[in-house]
T-cell receptor, first 110, second 116 residues
């Protein structure tokens, strides 16, 4: 699975959009981009995933660049409960393991 | 609530002892994954079972073993425990008919193990 690079931390104001970047320059054609988050030692929570096209669900939007070398997770209206570590994961085997990196610690402030 | 349950929530034991962690997957999920999260190593994949059979192994120590039973629940056995085994242990499941997409892994709340 391709390696991902994320900033170690980000601050976001409550009510504003949070844009979380992820670089995955060595991604190959059949690899998906997954996003999970972990709120203070709870079990990781699935957010969204995509292959080529932009994706949106009730939690977030995922924007993948045309060359697929980077992506951005967008939390449209951040709340205090969105404070968590966010993990960007590139995955080739849909049924296999998730390889977690260090992630981005996002702190949403009032 | 992810639908994945893990017991116990907390476990305190002594070095050299053996413990068993239990995981019940989401209804209908056939795959179970075990992960370890320690302060210095982050979240690491240990082992995966699919419908009772071992499918993949990660950085799982020889002192650790797991199995998945016919009812699809899984147990992770940790023996000859050392101080460094203190960690959060998470179970995840996937592959059930109600998961959308089916390969999404849903995580349990974890078991916090403290070895003294």
């Amino acid at each position: 699975d391709a390696k991902t690079t994320q900033p170690p931390s980000m601050d976001c104001a409550e009510g504003r959009a949070a844009n979380l970047p992820c670089n995955h320059s060595t991604i190959s054609g059949n690899e998906y981009v997954y996003w999970y988050r972990q709120i203070h030692s709870q079990g990781p929570q699935y957010i969204i995933h995509g292959l080529k096209n932009n994706e949106t669900n009730e939690m977030a939007s995922l924007i993948i660049t045309e060359d697929r070398k980077s992506s951005t997770l967008i939390l449209p209206h951040a709340t205090l409960r969105d404070t968590a570590v966010y993990y960007c994961i590139v995955r080739s085997d849909s049924w296999g393991k998730l390889q977690f990196g260090a992630g981005t610690q996002v702190v949403v402030t009032p | 609530d992810s639908g994945v349950t893990q017991t116990p929530k907390h476990l305190i034991t002594a070095t050299g002892q053996r413990v068993t962690l239990r995981c019940s997957p989401r209804s209908g999920d056939l795959s179970v994954y075990w992960y370890q999260q320690s302060l210095d190593q982050g979240l690491q994949f240990l082992i995966q079972y699919y419908n009772g059979e071992e499918r993949a192994k990660g950085n799982i120590l020889e002192r650790f073993s797991a199995q998945q039973f016919p009812d699809l629940h899984s147990e992770l056995n940790l023996s000859s425990l050392e101080l460094g085994d203190s960690a959060l242990y998470f179970c995840a499941s996937s592959g059930g008919g109600t998961s959308r997409p089916r390969e999404t892994q849903y995580f349990g709340p974890g078991t916090r193990l403290l070895v003294l």
